[in-house]
Structure formats: structure tokens, C-alpha cells
């Protein structure tokens, strides 16, 4: 027996157990202290009414032979497909039914998806980054580079025509830092993916909270997407799904590379995944619906108020940031040149607040920070006048 040799190279996962570690020392020593916790990027606000009814709908279906399901269908039921499909319609993108494919999560398949690949790819990810597109790749082998995304950018890197890349992972709006790419901006990677016979993987869980009208929902809104894109979507972020898991990825029958990647992804679903439950695909497509659209925008409303919330803030500072305005997201610069983990140190400590330090995603983070949205009005303004007390006060 032996062991695959790769989970050695894997950096431990060290950001979130070390943000846990501080914060139980401080508050061992300060139990009075009242802590507003800004780093997490799980949601907090309950699922829509609609998808609840839907979940107890299903759930009573289950209870009566009559209606009873077992298996579920290779790539999801064909309520939920269609459902997409035209909520896809609305970005003036027709997808084909046997394109959409449901999971439990963007996550999961945007690691399962690399069982479709050869270790012999080089794989390049944008700096800072979501840590699963760089582990996942890692684990496999992999050789990974990386694209600078940095203040001088906009944290938007663009392909560099000199880089010879195979895989390309791509998040937009971006987890951490919440830049997002405009049509222009993509049509550029999309360019540089077919000239490198090149596959882009397109991580869109956050497309909800898109405002500006340049940025699309869709990478499959830009001419020749279909032709080297794979898109991954989650309802996660877009309808409170953290806890309920339910997503779906997106491969193009025009995909072809060295194989018909859609066949080849249809053949590893039904080999290695079961699907996800009945119940649960009800509960996403009730997402789909016009009331369940008009629910799940409130609650991406409110924290878009949130955002809005600390980015006054910031501005009374004069911290300069990035995101927050197509993202959950607020990326910000540490101000007085501290580091990340300084400005973790003494912001938890001054002002009782936890964030996330961005070196965590990479080389590129150093200096920066990440605060979220996912909170409560009142703790986020609660939270805003304490890093101004503590700044300018």
C-alpha cells in the first residue's frame, strides 16, 4: 500500500485555526468582551418562505407511496434543470438541458471536476485566492503559477500571452477580495483560453449580488465562453443554501479539448455521485420562482445594506478598499502600514471585532483584509463605529 505522496506538498490550513486560536485566548482573558464576529463567510439570514413550503412539500411527498422517490435522476430532476435553464435565459444565454448538471455545492465540483484532467496540466490561479482551487491541484500533482492580483490592477489580473497555462481558475466576483470582471475583461481570458487550447474554470457563486451592468452573471454571456468554459454556481451565497447544499455546474457540449468533456463529466457523475435529495431539489427550485426570486433578493438586499454600512465607514477612515460593491465582500487596505495579522491582533483587542487577514489567500493578501457582509444591521453599524472609534476616535 501507498499512499498518495501529494498531501504532503499541501499547506496546512492554518488561516481559520489560527483566527480561532486568537480569539480564544482573548476572550479567556476578556470574558466581559463583546465580539462582533466580520470574517465569517457563511450567511445568517434564513431560507426564502418560499423555499421552506416547497422543502415541506417535498418532505410530506416523501411520507406517501404515491409520490415516494428513490434514486435520483443522473444530473438532477427535470424540474430543477428547466429551472435554470431559464433563469440562464434571463442572461440571454440557451443552454442546453443535458449542460446542466446538479450538485451538492460549487465546492465539491470544483475539486471532483479535476478527476476529468491529466496530472500533466499546468494549472494557474489568480493571487489571492480561494484555497480549494490551489489545494485540489496540489493533491492531484499539479504544477500551479499564479496571476498577480494586486492594487495596481484592481486586483483583475489579465492573461498574459507569454504564460502557458491549461487550466484556469477564474471567480468573479471574487472571494476575497470582491473585484469583478466586466464582459471586456473576460472576453480577454476567454481569448487567451482558446489560443492555449486552455480550459477556464469559472467559479460564479456570488453572481447574485452583481450590480453594475458590465459585469456579467454569466461567463457564458461572453462570445466564445462556450467554447473553453466550465461554470460552477452555488446557491450557497444566492439563497442561504450553506446548510441545505445544493449547486450546479455548467459543461458545454461545444467543450470538446482532447474529448467531449460533458460526456466524460456526465460518465464521472454517475459513476462516483448519487445525486443530491429529492427534497432539497425542490427547495432550490422554488429559488426559481418569481416569489422565491423576489424573497431571495430581499435577503441579498440586506446585506448589500450591510456592505454599504461598512464602506461608509471605511470612507470616514479614509481606508481605502476594494469590493463590496458587486460582492459580500470588503477587501480592504491595512491602514498604517500594518500587516494583515497586526491588524487582526489590534483590531480584536481595541475594537472586540474578528476579520479575516488576507494573507490567508495567498502572497498578495499580505497587507490587506477581508471583513463580510453576513451579519445583522445592527452588529455591522455596531461594528463600523467601532474600527472608526478605534482609528479616529
Known amino acids: 500500500m501507498k499512499i498518495n505522496q501529494n498531501y504532503a506538498n499541501v499547506k496546512k490550513s492554518y488561516l481559520f485555526i489560527e483566527i480561532a486560536h486568537r480569539l480564544r485566548e ?115 500533482g499539479r504544477r500551479v503559477i499564479f496571476a498577480d492580483a494586486t492594487e495596481e490592477n484592481n486586483f483583475l489580473p489579465l492573461p498574459d500571452p507569454s504564460v502557458k497555462a491549461d487550466i484556469i481558475y477564474l471567480c468573479s466576483p471574487n472571494n476575497p477580495t470582491g ?23 469559472f467559479d460564479s457563486a456570488y453572481e447574485a449580488f452583481i450590480t453594475d451592468p458590465d459585469v456579467p452573471h454569466s461567463a457564458y454571456e461572453v462570445e466564445g465562453a462556450c467554447d473553453c468554459v466550465i461554470e460552477f454556481c452555488s446557491l450557497s451565497k444566492t439563497a442561504g443554501f450553506t446548510g441545505t447544499r445544493c449547486g450546479y455546474t455548467v459543461v458545454p457540449k461545444t467543450l470538446k479539448a482532447e474529448g467531449d468533456l ?14 443530491v435529495a429529492y427534497v432539497i431539489q425542490r427547495a432550490a427550485e422554488a429559488v426559481f420562482t418569481p416569489e422565491g426570486q423576489r424573497q431571495i433578493k430581499e435577503n441579498i438586499a440586506y446585506y448589500q445594506e450591510n456592505a454599504k454600512l461598512l464602506m461608509s465607514g471605511l470612507d470616514r477612515c479614509g481606508i481605502k478598499y476594494f469590493g463590496g460593491k458587486n460582492s459580500p465582500y470588503i477587501w480592504l487596505k491595512c491602514p498604517d502600514g500594518l500587516g494583515s495579522w497586526e491588524f487582526f491582533d489590534r483590531l480584536l483587542s481595541e475594537a472586540n471585532v474578528v476579520g479575516t487577514p488576507g494573507e490567508g489567500f495567498g502572497k498578495n493578501g499580505r497587507g490587506y483584509f477581508r471583513l463580510t457582509s453576513f ?4 452588529k455591522t453599524a455596531e461594528a463600523s463605529e467601532r474600527i472608526y472609534k478605534m482609528l479616529r476616535g
Not at 262 to 275: A, P, S
Request: hydrophobic share 45%; aromatic share 12%; no cysteine.
Open 262 to 275: 460533458n460526456g466524460m463529466w456526465l460518465r464521472r457523475q454517475t459513476t462516483k455521485f448519487n445525486g
Open 26 to 140: 482573548y476572550v479567556a482573558a476578556h470574558p466581559e468582551a463583546d465580539i462582533i464576529k466580520m470574517g465569517i463567510g457563511d450567511v445568517t439570514l434564513p431560507l426564502a418562505p418560499a423555499v421552506v413550503e416547497a422543502m415541506h412539500r417535498a418532505a410530506d411527498e416523501m411520507g406517501r407511496i404515491e409520490t415516494f422517490r428513490g434514486y435520483v435522476d443522473d444530473n438532477g430532476y427535470d424540474f430543477l434543470i428547466n429551472a435554470i435553464k431559464n433563469y440562464y435565459a434571463g442572461f440571454g444565454v440557451d443552454l442546453d438541458y443535458w449542460e446542466i448538471f446538479i450538485s451538492d455545492g460549487a465546492k465539491s465540483d470544483l475539486g471532483n471536476i479535476l478527476d476529468l484532467f491529466d496530472a500533466d496540466n499546468t494549472v494557474l490561479v489568480t493571487d489571492p485566492v480561494y484555497p480549494v482551487y490551489v489545494d485540489t491541484n496540489v493533491m492531484a
Open 179 to 201: 473585484a469583478a470582471y466586466t464582459r471586456a475583461q473576460l472576453k480577454q481570458w476567454v481569448d487567451y483560453a482558446k489560443a492555449q487550447n486552455a480550459v477556464i474554470l
Open 375 to 378: 451579519s445583522t444591521h445592527e
